[in-house]
């Protein structure tokens, strides 16, 4: 499963972070460090982190793979 996000619209907020820790990582203020190729057991956690993002910055899957990359 591979993601995007869109830091463009990421505002720091750190809600899949918190979510899914082993893909998401901030660094300092809104660097946000992610993994593209989420490693299968992570997946429920990086759909969750998608949903609770505020900004919904995070493209999983299907809309990934119908944009970029
Ligand atoms: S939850 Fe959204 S806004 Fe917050 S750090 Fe993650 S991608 Fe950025």
Avoid: N, W
């Avoid at 660097?31 to 990086?46: H, K, M, N, S, T």
């Avoid at 969750?48 to 993002?53: E, L, R």
Wanted: a negative charge.
């Amino acid at each position: 499963m591979r993601i995007v996000v869109d830091l463009t619209r990421c505002q720091g907020y750190a809600q899949c972070v918190f979510l899914a820790p082993k893909v998401f990582e901030l660094h300092g203020e809104e660097g946000l460090l992610y993994a593209p190729a989420v490693p299968e057991d992570q997946g429920e956690r990086v759909r969750q982190a998608a949903a609770a993002c505020p900004v919904q910055a995070i493209l999983v899957g299907e809309e990934v793979s119908a944009g970029a990359r």
